[in-house]
């Protein structure tokens, strides 16, 4: 039994130290920093596509080798180019009224290409595509001259939509804003 025992304990010591230096390389690789990584060679030929990696909004992402996780971004609010002559007019009422000019802008765009003579059968006309009743009754409230005629005036079409538009009244135009 004397001669088993330092075999055991010999076999025992180098187990220790096998194991020891297993874990800690094992360790320090999965805590290497990009610093740490070999230098990828130059690529001359055109490198594959990225595969696109969905990201649960839920649960973001861990970070990897000490990196922080990719923020959000919010994607910016486009603007709608109107004609020069017309930009002045959205600005103007949509400050009187308070409201947001893009609204304005997307709502003419959408209903007449920012056209204020388009007609539609005409029963709706300008450039936010008015019905006769609904005109008469948005400018009777603004307290202005009620002609249908004035729709397809491009400064009293922006001012009346404004208008609707800070009263609640978005929901004229459906399928444009």
């Known amino acids: 039994m004397q001669r088993k025992l330092p075999g055991y304990f010999l076999l025992s010591i180098l187990s220790f130290c096998f194991f ?9 690789a999965q805590t290497a920093t990009p610093e740490d ?9 055109p490198a594959a596509p990225t595969p696109t990696i969905y990201v649960s909004p839920e649960k973001p992402p861990l970070p990897f080798f000490g990196m922080k996780p990719p923020q959000p971004t919010k994607a ?43 007609n ?25 001259d009620t002609n249908p005629d004035l729709r397809t005036n491009p400064e009293e079409a922006i001012n009346t939509a404004a208008f609707k538009i800070s009263r609640g009244g978005i929901a004229a135009w459906p399928n444009c804003h």
């Open 20 to 28: 020891t230096v297993f874990f800690h390389t094992v360790a320090n």
């Open 37 to 45: 990584l070999p230098v990828q060679p130059t690529i001359t030929e």
């Open 76 to 118: 910016p609010t486009p603007t709608i180019t109107a004609p020069a002559d017309l930009e002045t007019l959205f600005t103007k009422f949509a400050d009187t009224y308070h409201i947001d000019k893009e609204i304005l802008k997307k709502i003419a765009r959408c209903e007449s290409g920012f056209n204020a003579t388009s």
């Open 120 to 144: 539609n059968s005409g029963i709706y006309l300008g450039m936010f595509q008015f019905g006769e009743q609904t005109w008469i009754s948005t400018r009777a409230a603004m307290g202005l």
